[in-house]
């Protein structure tokens, strides 16, 4: 046996076990199954193009050869991405740990209290230097979370503004780049128009509902916007504001103006720059606005003891509830990212913050007089981070080049330097040294940062911040350490069990694909820099590309969108975009199957579609009568179907060349979700069953790790008619000739994620890929024939098998008085996460083990669903006091001296022998997520406020 090979350690099952396997399957080899899952005509014919599998050593050595490729300049390029000191406590602990990596969302809120813990701290962390009551836990980057501020305040509009149709949005021309592009991509389709000008000659009129102000400016400018929103106030003009987090150290907070809605970037919080992401946006706003905030919100509550517990709050609001009628489509956070931020808060605490902030803010006031006493002319005199100065930009450019350093250059005249933490001394000689060099100067040399200020005193922050007791506690790394093992503990990951949520594809996250993460030469790449510095990545980003169009028998790739959401979005501009440059604009009707993920119609509204649900036949399948009836009535404004392949019911539909023949039959495009594309690879693809665009989730199907609820990267790949229209960039060209406006705020997205999807295909192979696919299959199956007889799997295809998935219908237990929701809390006293609960039909399970699975532990998962079964036939309607009802069973429970159940606390916490070897212990028991929500509290208040709501 070849031990370096790769593919032998991601796929769970050893050779051995694939005989009996098999047996219990009931074929007679994997080619069977397989013939017997997918429907002949859409199997690839030949072998995927790809290269040959290297292994793990030969992978390193390639990786490591590529990334010092990467020229690390000192980069002062600033627009929202700032190099930073990552604390090595945080990187090791946490960036470093599967036992926060490899996390899924918390949406199981008793086994995830550790994350919600270090999610609440970052709510509250930016509620107070926002100054606003409430934020939410992360969103993409700051761009998004700006469109999704003018989203927000587009739909919180006065009735008489409604009736109006008032529609313009006013942002200042001081705001970044990348984040004006993105807002013209959103507004377009949600019928906004947005107008740029400076905000100083801004004449309040009542024909705008919204606008937008950075803060500081790009050209580092500090301006005090109170009677700015005092005059929008009075004229009913909601203000949103994008503030540079570690500016409000030191500024008034956007809240004390008077602001409606705040975002920005936690970046400079200790996250590498990664040439891009993935970082943690964030977006905080007023509690009256609760109920329209985007993405996910962490609440505390209480559990049925009444302790205190967290759980992620006003879930209706999220699209999995609300559809088409979602306040936004937002699926994936960014909570690894946001837990690494809120670390770095409570590392350094409201002293250590200030300090970096003056640091900072003492740097780039020392360069301002410096270059002042030279000659030159400064462009701002009231500035954080960022000078501004009048030179010749090519000269300077040119100069400062060879001295490995990057400014930016908004125009010819116009030299911009915004400075990082990371900044000494000597890097500021340097600075100085390209400007008395491009002059023709004598050399100065700096001695020392002189302490000064260039912050006007009216917007001088007067307020504390991170006064809360964990911000003031763990501030050596020994403490801070167990902190993190603390809440590390409270949450079941991949390191414990396996986590079988259907169409999340929880595989292994290899060590060898992460380990480029914590490479400076990968981490610290401005998104910005000139192309021929990141040489590296440019190898890595466009071998990706070219890897997963083979992949999916596509022409292009996008990897910009930063979500699976976002490359829903993406991908549907790009239909709408195909559609505008064939003259055919009026194509807007989005047909969706009523199966579909509510990521789906949430996506086609924001593309400004409307969306007609297509019916599901009683096999769960799409009614082609039904899809066909819709594509002929609405055959002149046909845009698209979206359709998830294998399907949300976890099927390999038979019809799909007929579903999408008849959607190109009536002029439309065929959308295909990506999520189950772990289904696909290397035995079909989109393009064999006919798609034109889909969207993959690396952080599922190409081993991402899901970080406790982010990141993701969700690229496109698209057919050759809609390659022109992928997307751009303002600052670096990417995408194709006529390329729709940017998705996200970087060109290429979350670039440093990248990697990880990179080492996975290149360590696996045609070969490796479609024998992980196959045994995807195969696990599946096998799970699906163990508890046959103890549940009864909803769909499968004609010949009785199953795709990845399956749909464990529990909804007959409802007679013993037993809800899904028992089971999937019980499942926790037997070790293991619950699979996906009531999705896509209600009062079900849908199971997907993947292909890094062992048939030992697939073994364990069936034996703790049979014994659940045993325990729901034993329960009594009338008698609910029984081991599913009152799952969770915690250890302070057990050792009570109380035990006032009709059962031991063997069978409580011990139900199966293998649970003694490795018992993982919920910390809080079944949480009251009603309470909560009637009680919203989402920020770190005392013990004694919460008891009091």
Not at 107 to 133: C, H
Not at 439 to 468: C, Q, S, W, Y
Not at 476 to 489: A, F, G, Q
Not at 699 to 704: D, G
Request: glycine share 6%; aromatic share 8%.
């Amino acid at each position: 046996m070849n031990t370096d090979s790769f593919v032998l350690r991601h796929i769970g099952p050893r050779s051995q076990d694939l005989p009996a396997m098999l047996e219990t399957i009931g074929a007679e080899s994997m080619d069977q199954l397989i013939y017997e899952a997918i429907p002949n005509e859409i199997l690839l014919k030949k072998p995927l193009e790809l290269a040959p599998a290297m292994s793990e050593q030969e992978y390193l050595e390639h990786i490591n050869e590529l990334a010092i490729r990467n020229q690390l300049f000192k980069t002062y390029i600033g627009l929202g991405y700032h190099d930073c000191n990552t604390p090595a406590v945080i990187q090791r602990n946490i960036l470093e740990n599967p036992g926060w990596y490899t996390a899924y969302t918390p949406y199981q809120a008793e086994i995830a209290q550790g994350r919600l813990e270090a999610l609440l701290n970052f709510q509250t962390m930016i509620v107070d230097l926002t100054g606003m009551e409430i934020a939410n836990a992360s969103l993409l980057d700051e761009a998004t979370a700006a469109a999704e501020a003018m989203s927000l305040l587009f739909a919180l509009r006065e009735r008489e503004q409604k009736k109006n149709n008032i529609s313009k949005f006013f942002v200042s021309d001081e705001i970044l780049p990348q984040t004006l592009a993105l807002l013209q991509t959103r507004s377009k389709p949600l019928g906004i128009e947005v107008v740029v000008g400076n905000h100083q000659k801004f004449d309040f009129s009542s024909e705008y509902f919204g606008a937008l102000l950075q803060y500081p400016g790009k050209s580092g400018t500090v301006h005090n916007f109170k009677d700015f929103v005092a005059k929008a106030q009075n004229t009913e003009i909601k203000i949103a504001f994008a503030a540079d987090i570690l500016s409000l150290v030191l500024l008034e907070s956007p809240g004390n103006f008077g602001a409606d809605v705040v975002v920005g970037t936690t970046q400079r919080f200790g996250i590498p720059l990664g040439y891009g992401g993935p970082h943690a946006a964030f977006f905080a706003t007023k509690e009256s606005y609760k109920r329209h905030i985007p993405g996910r919100i962490i609440g505390v509550t209480k559990d049925v003891d009444g302790n205190r517990a967290l759980r992620m709050a006003l879930q209706t609001r999220e699209q999995h509830i609300k559809r088409d009628k979602a306040t936004s489509n937002i699926c994936t956070a960014q909570v690894l990212l946001a837990v690494m931020a809120s670390m770095y808060a409570v590392f350094h605490g409201p002293e250590g913050l200030k300090h970096i902030a003056k640091k900072v803010h003492n740097a780039a006031f020392t360069l301002s007089s410096t270059l002042k006493s030279l000659g030159y002319e400064m462009l701002n005199d009231m500035f954080f981070d960022t000078v501004a100065v009048k030179a010749d930009a090519s000269k300077i450019k040119a100069v400062a080049e060879k001295h490995r350093i990057n400014f930016y250059y908004p125009n010819s005249q116009t030299v911009s330097i915004s400075l990082n933490d990371t900044i000494n001394l000597k890097d500021l000689n340097n600075i100085v040294k390209v400007f008395t060099e491009a002059k023709g100067l004598a050399p100065m040399l700096l001695t020392e940062i002189h302490e000064g200020n260039a912050i006007p005193e009216d917007v001088a922050r007067k307020t504390n911040f991170l006064e809360e007791e964990v911000f003031n506690r763990y501030h050596s790394e020994t403490e801070l350490m167990r902190y993190i093992k603390k809440l590390e503990r409270k949450d079941l990951a991949l390191n414990h069990s396996m986590i079988s949520l259907g169409s999340c594809t929880m595989k292994l996250n290899a060590a060898a694909e992460m380990l480029p993460l914590s490479d400076p030469n990968w981490g610290n790449i401005h998104p910005f820099v000139p192309v021929a510095q990141a040489e590296g990545y440019q190898i890595v980003l466009k071998n990706l590309e070219n890897q997963l169009t083979e992949i999916t028998g596509f022409a292009g790739t996008s990897l910009q969108p930063n979500s699976g959401a976002q490359g829903e979005y993406a991908g549907l501009m790009v239909i709408r975009a195909y559609h505008e440059s064939r003259g055919e604009a009026h194509r807007n009707v989005c047909l969706i199957p009523s199966s579909a993920h509510g990521t789906n119609p949430a996506s086609a509204v924001m593309a400004g579609m409307e969306v007609v649900v297509t019916k599901a036949t009683e096999e769960g399948n799409i009614d082609v009568e039904d899809l066909r009836e819709k594509a002929t009535l609405y055959k002149d404004q046909l845009a698209a179907l979206m359709v998830t392949y294998p399907s949300t019911h976890g099927v390999y539909e038979s019809a799909i060349t007929e579903i999408t023949s008849i959607i190109h039959q009536y002029g439309g495009q065929v959308y295909m979700d990506g999520a189950n594309m772990n289904a696909q690879v290397a035995l079909t693809n989109p393009g064999a069953i006919g798609a034109d665009v889909c969207h993959l989730n690396l952080h599922k199907t190409f081993a991402i790790p899901h970080g406790g609820g982010g990141p993701g990267v969700g690229p496109i790949c698209v057919a050759k008619q809609l390659v022109p229209f992928l997307p751009g960039n303002p600052i670096i060209k990417t995408g194709g000739n006529n390329a729709i406006p940017a998705i996200s705020a970087a060109p290429w997205g979350s670039a440093l994620a990248c990697l990880i999807s990179y080492g996975y295909v290149c360590m696996l192979g045609e070969h490796g890929l479609k024998k992980s696919t196959q045994y995807a299959i195969l696990n599946a199956n096998y799970i699906k024939e163990r508890l046959h007889g103890y549940y009864e799997t909803l769909y499968t295809g004609e010949r009785g098998r199953a795709a990845h998935e399956m749909i464990l219908d529990c909804r007959p237990f409802k007679e013993q008085g037993i809800e899904v929701t028992d089971i999937a809390k019980r499942l926790m006293d037997y070790g293991f996460h619950a699979p996906t609960v009531s999705f896509p039909v209600a009062g079900t399970l849908m199971v997907e083990p993947t292909e890094s699975e062992s048939k030992e532990e697939l073994d364990r998962f069936c034996d703790a669903m049979i014994s659940i079964r045993k325990e729901i036939d034993a329960s009594d309607k009338e008698n609910p006091n029984n081991p599913l009802k009152n799952a969770p069973h915690t250890l302070k429970l057990l050792v009570n001296d109380d035990w006032d159940f009709p059962y031991s606390r063997q069978e409580a916490a011990f139900p199966l022998e293998y649970i003694s070897e490795n018992k993982f212990w919920p910390s809080v028991r079944r949480v009251d997520d009603a309470y909560g929500d009637r009680n919203l509290i989402c920020t770190c208040a005392p013990i004694e406020d919460f008891m009091e709501a």
